[in-house]
């Protein structure tokens, strides 16, 4: 990879993801590869955004001619209490700032994609990052 190299960040990614933003994310990889621009695929070792539970083995492969990096989600949060909160969030309720914050201490996080991002910042020309 190049300077030049365009990182697109979706929490998730693959022929078997289904979801508008991570169909949207394969799109814009595809695309702009076609236009000839260098495309990487910096992503998480997840395919079922219920679980979240990493499925994908980390590591690259090669999608459509795109390179993907897989990085696994850390497994030490509470996913009970992440559907308990998404339930109330998702029907309007508000919720307390500690209910905020204990959404996102649980939410899918992955520490080996963010520091790949902070120790290979400058091997990108930019970074996309799509919900």
């Not at 990096?69 to 497994?75: K, L, W």
């Not at 209490?81 to 919720?95: F, S």
């Amino acid at each position: 990879m190049s300077a030049e190299t365009i990182a697109i960040v979706p929490p998730r990614y693959g022929l078997q993801v289904m979801g508008g933003a991570e169909s949207h994310a394969r799109i814009l990889a595809e695309q702009l590869s076609i236009r000839g621009w260098p495309i990487e695929v910096l992503t998480t070792c997840v395919l079922d955004h219920y679980t979240w539970a990493n499925h994908f083995p980390p590591g690259e492969e090669v999608i459509n001619g795109i390179r993907v990096r897989r990085f696994p989600v850390d497994e030490d949060r509470d996913i009970r209490k992440v559907i308990q909160l998404e339930k109330r969030i998702h029907v309007g309720k508000r919720i307390s700032r500690r209910r905020q914050e204990a959404w996102i201490k649980n939410v899918v996080t992955s520490s080996a994609l963010r520091s790949y991002l902070v120790e290979h910042r400058d091997d990108y020309r930019a970074f996309v990052f799509i919900p």
